[in-house]
């Protein structure tokens, strides 16, 4: 019998361990092979790219390879999957087919900067390593002036992210001098400054505190590299000397290729997990349609679910384990101080009040990512 999983981000990286220690057993017995496909051979820990960028984390404390964090029990195959038959069940990589009795598809999402005209020539972004990178080096060089955060669609890896680098622009730019002489623009497509009501409140009243201008139905739809402005469909022109947009997001397109759905997302069963109309096929992370945050830690809890339920299934128990939207985030709002939200299908987020200790969790547990990554905790 065969488990294969679909991307080795951290929702697929999560499930192959934690099934390879479900199933240590039968894995020995050679009675199940687990198979983790994935196009890239390391893990990106990508939370850390927000700290990159102010040069708080390098590469090497934010990149492992799979090699490395994958269980002995799991088969790593180094390919781009090209199409997912559910039908048939079947897994096309070039010229090779692979069958499996179990599918979990944890193919992600990606950005897709190239969809907004001009973004490309004079933008920046950190939602990939390369773009932070670029824009490390973009912010070392600033000498005050006109950043603009934008927001660029909806929905997008991590909602708090460009909250985030928002306040530790301002602490930075603190910090050099150079916050008098510079004005920080944040622009989100809704007519609030975050998706969640109870969290906008507390973001607008922090970004009105640091002297964060906001823009708010503000849906870029070009940017002049010429006169160096956002084009918005509102109709609203703004200048920037420094913009760093979170540019929108797509789906992988297997999903797209496979006929699975249109913009990459797949069609999945809030509770079980399972791609709907197929029961031996599961979703999870950045890459479901369900209506929960693209989070790391989503990913984390619903890689539980499905090892559990796909185990107990394997060993004849009952497959009762639910995924009920459960997502935690830390907020930093400074370099010195952080806040948290616990959320769930049917609770909305409530947090403390900003404090140093939830700061120092949020940076302990950059380091511990990778006793998670291995499925140890
Ligand atoms: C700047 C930033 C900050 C963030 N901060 C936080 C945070 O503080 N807390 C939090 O919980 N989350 C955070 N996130 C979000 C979190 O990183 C993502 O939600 C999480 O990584 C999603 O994991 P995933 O495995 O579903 O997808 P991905 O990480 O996108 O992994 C998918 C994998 O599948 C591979 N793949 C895709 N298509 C194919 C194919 N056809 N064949 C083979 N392989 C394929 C990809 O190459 C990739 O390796 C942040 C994200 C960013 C960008």
């Known amino acids: 019998m065969n488990v294969t999983i679909v991307g080795g981000g951290v929702a697929g990286t999560l499930t192959a361990n934690y099934l390879a220690t479900r199933l240590r057993d039968e ?25 990159l960028i102010f040069n708080r984390l390098e590469e090497k404390d934010i990149l492992r390879d799979l090699k490395i964090l994958l269980d002995p029990g799991v088969k790593f195959v180094f390919k781009r999957a090209d199409k997912i038959d559910l039908e048939n069940r079947e897994i096309r990589l070039g010229d090779e087919k692979l069958s499996y009795d179990y599918l979990v598809i944890a193919t992600g999402s990606r950005i897709v900067p190239e969809e907004i005209p001009g973004l490309t020539k004079t933008g920046h972004w950190f939602y990939n390593l390369d773009g932070a990178v670029r824009l490390r080096d973009e912010i070392a060089k600033f000498k005050g002036g006109k950043i603009v955060v934008s927001v660029m669609g909806v929905p997008h890896k991590c909602p708090v992210a ?26 989100y497509p809704i007519n609030r400054v975050f998706l969640m009501e109870s969290v906008s409140e507390l973001v607008q009243n922090l970004f009105t505190e640091k ?37 929108p997001h797509k789906g992988s397109k297997v999903i797209i290729d496979s006929g699975i759905s249109d913009d990459g997302w797949v069609p999945t069963d809030r509770y079980t997990l399972k791609v709907k109309g197929h029961d031996n096929a599961f979703a999870i992370g ?5 209506p929960v945050s ?6 984390h809890f619903q890689a539980e679910v499905v090892a559990e339920n796909i185990s107990a299934e394997i060993k004849g128990l009952p497959p009762t384990a639910r995924y009920f939207g459960k997502a935690m985030c830390f907020i930093e709002t400074s370099f010195n101080e952080a806040t948290y939200i616990w ?35």
């Open 27 to 51: 894995v020995r017995r050679k009675e199940i092979e687990i198979t983790l496909i994935s196009d890239r051979d390391k893990l990106l820990y990508e939370p850390g790219l927000l700290y």
């Open 162 to 187: 460009p909250i985030e680098v928002t306040f530790l622009l301002h602490d930075f730019l603190k910090i050099h001098g150079i916050r008098k002489s510079s004005e920080i623009i944040y622009t």
């Open 286 to 290: 950045d890459t479901t349609d369900l």
């Open 294 to 299: 693209k989070a790391g830690s989503v990913a």
């Open 211 to 247: 002297g964060i201008e906001t823009r708010t139905f503000f849906n870029p739809i070009e940017v002049d590299a010429e006169k160096r402005e956002v084009l918005t469909l509102e109709g609203e022109r703004e200048r920037f000397d420094l913009l760093i947009s979170i540019p």
């Open 343 to 377: 959320f769930d299908y049917e609770t909305q987020p409530k947090f403390v009040k900003p404090n140093k200790f939830t700061h120092w969790m949020k940076i302990a547990y950059n380091r511990m990512f990778w006793l998670t990554a291995r499925g140890v905790l």
